[in-house]
């Protein structure tokens, strides 16, 4: 009896909860599948404790894997702010990107004069002629907005031009919320960036041979020009690169400041085989950067660990579309290789989201833009960043044709309808509909339980009567 009541109470729990689970079900219009990362148990390192993402005195901050590009922690990332001379980091990559380190740059009036009196230089004069080699150093270890704006002249002609090629490379980084004016970082309303574009333009500027050699030496003498007769001796004010500050397995380090934009700072390390990126922006303490930086490295190398997830692990979907030549061709999207990820020690890939976005109707360039993007839960928001990975699809598409007959055409369809999203009030009406069934199925297990206890008692009843009768024949025999 209590345990049927029991049921039927869940039963009733169950139905009016259902419009919620429904509901939920709603796939967003891009979504064609969706599913969790495979079983995996949480590493508890034991050398490491386990730790949360450290609080940070810097208004934003950035955490990447150098390597993958995989943001794995962010502070107010996405914030549009004045990054200072952390520019110079982009400076330099077009520079050695478009530039040959023996080029002799010639410095105009406008690179010499067009800085802020009172800002980093190295004392370049008019017409005075450094290689970009020197001209490099000086930017890196000196911050020379000199040297910075006779780079930028030298690659594109004028400033103005080479602030347009810094947007473009920019762009080409994924830095969505960048627009650069100078070469420098000195201080310009429309001169912004944020910290997840400084990690994505300091990973391509890690990517490119010899970068991080500029922007991790200490001391570096530049040799007498056609009009200095003396040598220009420079030395590192950056505290990671002077030792002033610990950085295990430095790489490169930028700093920066304006009254604009407070302190910044970009820095790469590598421990283990592992290369991070950390960038915080607007700390309002010179301290504060070098803490929330060496928090941020330690909390990156030590707090992660390394998931491959097979390619079967992701959902697929294959779609047939129309050619521009009018042929039906059928197109597969699936992830061909392992993807490796990186993963808190908490975190389980069965916290993993795993969705296939693609264009409802595409187009074969549309199908080029497939993806599958990872991500977990807000839950884990005080750990990792909740955007994982976004992986990119390679459709493989063949003629529809000729991979299958009709009938397996016609099962294909069947198997994309039944990965499409499923609506929201078509789930609800099932939810309904089941629960009202196993609700007649509890009353009726009920009525019939009823009726048994009910003929138990009657034959207690008649049982306990003959007892009676037979006692009272004995009494009075």
């Not at 699809?393 to 003629?399: D, F, K, M, Q, R």
């Amino acid at each position: 009896m209590r345990v049927t009541t029991a049921f039927i109470i869940i039963l009733a729990l169950l139905l009016t909860i259902s419009p919620c689970v429904a509901a939920n079900t709603t796939a967003p219009e891009l979504t064609i599948g969706t599913s969790t990362g495979t079983l995996d148990s949480a590493l508890i390192e034991e050398s490491f404790p386990v730790a949360y993402a450290p609080a940070l005195q810097s208004l934003s901050a950035c955490l990447m894997d150098a390597e993958s590009g995989q943001i794995l922690y962010g502070k107010d990332m996405d914030r549009v702010m004045y990054p200072a001379s952390i520019t110079k980091i982009m400076t330099a990559l077009l520079a050695l990107e478009n530039g040959n380190l023996s080029d002799m740059i010639t410095m105009s009036h406008e690179a010499v004069f067009s800085i802020e009196r009172g800002s980093s230089h190295i004392a370049l004069d008019v017409g005075e002629q450094i290689s970009l080699n020197n001209a490099l150093y000086g930017l890196a270890i000196s911050s020379a907005n000199d040297a910075a704006n006779g780079i930028a002249e030298h690659i594109s002609g004028t400033i103005e031009d080479f602030a347009v090629l810094m947007n473009q490379r920019a762009s080409e980084a994924g830095a969505l919320n960048t627009h650069f004016s100078n070469a420098n970082g000195l201080p310009d309303p429309e001169h912004v960036t944020s910290a997840r574009d400084m990690a994505l333009i300091t990973r391509a500027a890690w990517q490119t041979p010899g970068w991080s050699t500029y922007f991790s030496t200490e001391h570096y003498v530049i040799p007498p020009t056609n009009i200095q007769p003396k040598e220009r001796a420079m030395y590192a004010a950056n505290s990671f690169v002077n030792g002033e500050e610990t950085m295990e397995g430095l790489v490169a380090s930028k700093t920066g400041y304006t009254n604009e934009a407070h302190h910044t700072l970009v820095t790469v390390a590598s421990r283990n085989g592992r290369t991070l990126i950390a960038v915080v922006m607007n700390s309002e303490l010179r301290s504060a950067k070098w803490d929330d930086t060496i928090a941020l490295m330690d909390y990156g190398f030590e707090q992660f660990r390394a998931i491959t997830l097979d390619p079967e692990t992701f959902p697929s979907d294959v779609v047939l579309f129309t050619d521009q030549q009018g042929e039906e061709k059928r197109a597969t999207l699936a992830v061909q290789a392992p993807v490796q990820i990186w993963l808190h020690q908490t975190v389980k890939t069965t916290d993993l989201d795993l969705t296939l976005l693609r264009s409802s109707n595409p187009t074969e360039d549309e199908l080029a833009q497939s993806a599958i993007q990872i991500t977990i839960g807000s839950q884990f928001s005080d750990r990792m960043a909740p955007e994982v990975a976004s992986i990119p699809i390679t459709p493989v598409i063949e003629s529809a044709s000729a991979v299958a007959p009709a009938d397996d055409q016609g099962s294909q369809s069947v198997a994309d309808s039944s990965s499409a999203p499923v609506p929201g009030w078509f789930a609800a009406l099932i939810m309904v509909l089941v629960t009202v069934g196993l609700l007649i199925l509890a009353a009726i297990v009920y009525l019939v339980r009823m009726r048994e206890i009910k003929r138990r008692h009657r034959r207690e009843r008649l049982a306990q009567l003959r007892r009676n009768y037979q006692d009272s024949q004995i009494r009075y025999r």
